[in-house]
């Protein structure tokens, strides 16, 4: 290795220790070498978070006035543009989720999914059980088109969520995130989030085996018709 690499090396090899910390840095590398090795190996780290819906609008109304919001129902063209896996978005249906659209005069800017009672991890053979089903959703797989990015998009697809799921009586949503997606950490970090737990899934071929701080705390799933279950709560924010 030439001199003038050497630089280069260690600022990647120390890069996500200090982006992420020790802890997590080292659960990142890990998993980068476990994916490279295998698709059917992997390390995930999460983190389960809980936001208020309701309250004040998030967007002031000379900057809503032009959107408007409804839901994104299946056979929807949207569909098609969406990133995620044909099966993935199949399944989505499948299990009852619904996807909210936000959009400004008629044009789609973002979207956010969410889910009743119970939700099934994609990445992982994880379900996530709300326990105060009748005010609480799940949310995942918030999307903003790229040209929107920089404006209302991301407060926008937040704010519809606010003015479309608070009357019907929902007061919390939850969502896991990934520990190493730090965007999407600083973006959230105004609106109210609040951790209720973590967990971190090993993946290793057709086993997986979970430790969390949500009960039932360890679990190990050998194929597909197994799954763990994560109960969560939202009362980190009663207690706030």
């Not at 990015?149 to 995130?177: C, D, K, M």
């Not at 989030?193 to 969390?212: N, P």
């Amino acid at each position: 290795m030439s001199p003038e690499a050497a630089p280069g090396l260690l600022t990647r090899l120390v890069g996500p220790f200090r982006e992420f910390g020790w802890a997590a840095g080292l659960a990142y590398v890990i998993n980068r070498l476990l994916r490279a090795l295998s698709p059917d190996l992997g390390l995930y780290v999460y983190e389960f978070m809980v936001q208020p819906i309701g309250g004040k609008p998030l967007l002031p109304a000379n900057l809503s006035r032009h959107l408007s919001f409804q839901e994104i129902l299946k056979g929807d063209p949207a569909i098609a543009d969406m990133p995620a896996r044909e099966e993935i978005k199949a399944r989505r249906f499948e299990q009852g989720a619904r996807c909210l659209g936000t959009y400004r005069k008629g044009q789609l800017i973002g979207y956010i999914w969410y889910a009743t009672g119970r939700h099934e991890e994609d990445e992982v053979r994880c379900d996530y059980v709300l326990e105060e089903q009748a005010v609480s959703i799940f949310d995942f797989d918030l999307y903003v088109l790229p040209q929107y990015r920089l404006g209302v998009g991301f407060l926008g697809v937040w704010h519809g969520a606010n003015e479309i799921l608070a009357p019907q009586g929902v007061r919390y949503t939850f969502s896991r995130l990934t520990r190493f997606n730090v965007a999407s950490r600083r973006a959230h970090a105004h609106l109210g989030w609040k951790r209720v737990g973590a967990g971190l899934f090993l993946k290793l071929w057709g086993a997986e085996f979970m430790a969390s701080t949500v009960a039932p705390y360890v679990g190990a799933t050998f194929g597909d018709g197994q799954r763990i279950t994560l109960k969560l709560r939202p009362d980190v924010l009663k207690s706030a």
